[in-house]
């Protein structure tokens, strides 16, 4: 099923949860280029971009045919 919006951006957190992932594995996951990077909004707040996290979803999805 999918989960994840239609379109726009995710907090971190919300990120985390649809995941089932915690803190540590997102920010290394990022570090590491396995997840895309967020884009920094004002205020140091972070978001990701949703048609980002679905093409990367795409790819590992590919890659494992």
Known sequence: MDTLPKSGYMRPAQVMAHFQICSSTLW???KKGKLPKPVKLSGGASRFDVAELRAWLAKRK????
């Open 28 to 30: 290394n996951w990022v």
């Open 62 to 65: 590919e890659g494992n045919k």
